[in-house]
């Protein structure tokens, strides 16, 4: 069976996440390379078959070689010319996909090469995928690319841009996020699961969307966010007719009035990062106080609690109270450029 290699780069922090998503949904995977932020992988599964939404970007590698510093990005373009290497990834086996560009990134920025080089490498290409040279619209790129642990990679890119400013507001988490958060609770079909923060809905619609649950409540304090969160609903037909999600506005303070005693399964929320409202501001110790001695009340033996919360918010610290929570996992990542840390929490069974 064909094999096919990737590279794939996601929210720096959550490499070992995403080698558990990758080793339980792939089956046949070999995993070359794992790095902070980025993960290169082989699989029998072509792009379209991935049921993942864990990445930023997704890229089918043509080639890839050990390389010590950006400098050698020309000397690596040099050997692809000269090899003139043949690759089933550079063709185009598209129909629609008429132009083509090459983007050259050396950790994260855009790097300049030669121009004689550049028209060498897009004539290799052209000649071989029968596309035309667009440098400025393009239906696919080519990359070359070059990270800090000393490797060059020239590799076509599967996933398109996604221009999160334009269609998330202000605040909403992007969606490989919440794909980390809800695999991270251990999803099961059975699950009755809580955000008691919703927001702008991002966690419960996404768990709505990749992981079956029994019932999924989608809580928040703010009738504005409850509204949002409806209106995502309408316009989303793959979430319109399900019918075990159920959102409300709801105060944290008030959980106890909702769900009996130990009635909820798991809990997946994004808690304010700040104060808790504008009228009514308490010290964030004082917040997560109530808020986790709220979600514990509801929370079955055994449940699970994956919280985001600011690096700013020492969790280990706030939980210290609570004899019945135990922090299992606790990872520092950046999202959106800010320093968190995504954490997971048991609930378990202690002594009267």
């Known amino acids: 069976m064909k094999k096919y290699i990737y590279f794939a780069s996601f929210a720096a922090g959550m490499q070992f996440i995403v080698k558990d998503i990758l080793e339980k949904r792939m089956t046949d995977l070999k995993i070359y390379q794992l790095f902070d932020g980025a993960v290169l992988f082989e699989t029998n599964k072509t792009y379209d078959k991935f049921d993942i939404y864990c990445f930023n970007n997704i890229f089918s590698v043509i080639t890839f070689m050990k390389k010590k510093t950006p400098k050698d990005i020309n000397s690596f373009i040099q050997q692809i ?15 629609k996909h008429h132009t083509f560009r090459v983007v050259v990134s050396s950790e994260n920025q855009l790097f300049s090469i030669d121009n004689a080089l550049r028209v060498k490498l897009e004539n290799l290409i052209s000649s071989q995928s029968k596309l035309k040279l667009n440098r400025s619209n393009s239906d696919i ?5 070059y990270r800090t642990e000393g490797f060059c990679y020239f590799m076509k890119r599967l996933s398109k841009h996604t221009a999160y400013e334009k269609i998330l507001n202000k605040g909403e988490l992007h969606p490989e996020i919440t794909f980390f958060m809800n695999w991270l609770a251990e999803s099961d079909k059975n699950d009755i699961v809580l ?9 419960p619609l996404r768990r ?3 992981f079956p649950a029994k019932q999924i409540y989608a809580f928040d304090v703010d009738n504005a966010m409850i509204n949002i969160v409806h209106k995502k609903i309408k316009q989303n037909n793959s979430l319109v007719n399900i019918k075990n999600l159920f959102i409300k506005q709801v105060d944290i303070k008030n959980l106890d009035k909702e769900f009996q005693h130990e009635s909820i399964d798991k809990i997946i929320t994004d808690p304010p990062w700040g104060h808790y409202n504008n009228d009514n501001k308490i010290k964030i110790e004082e917040f997560y106080n109530l808020s986790l001695s709220k979600m514990a009340n509801v929370l079955k033996t055994n449940g699970l609690i994956v919280l985001l919360v600011s690096r700013q918010i020492d969790i280990e610290s706030l939980i210290k109270p609570f004899p019945n929570l135990l922090l299992l996992q606790n990872f520092n990542v ?8 995504l954490v997971k929490i048991k609930k378990i069974k202690t002594a009267d």
């Open 81 to 95: 010319i000269r090899l003139k290497l043949q690759n089933d990834v550079i063709s185009n086996n598209i129909k």
């Open 141 to 145: 790129e080519f990359w070359i690319l």
């Open 195 to 203: 955000d008691p923060f919703c927001g702008n809905g991002a966690i």
């Open 208 to 210: 709505a969307l990749n």
């Open 334 to 341: 950046l999202i959106s450029g800010k320093k968190a840390n």
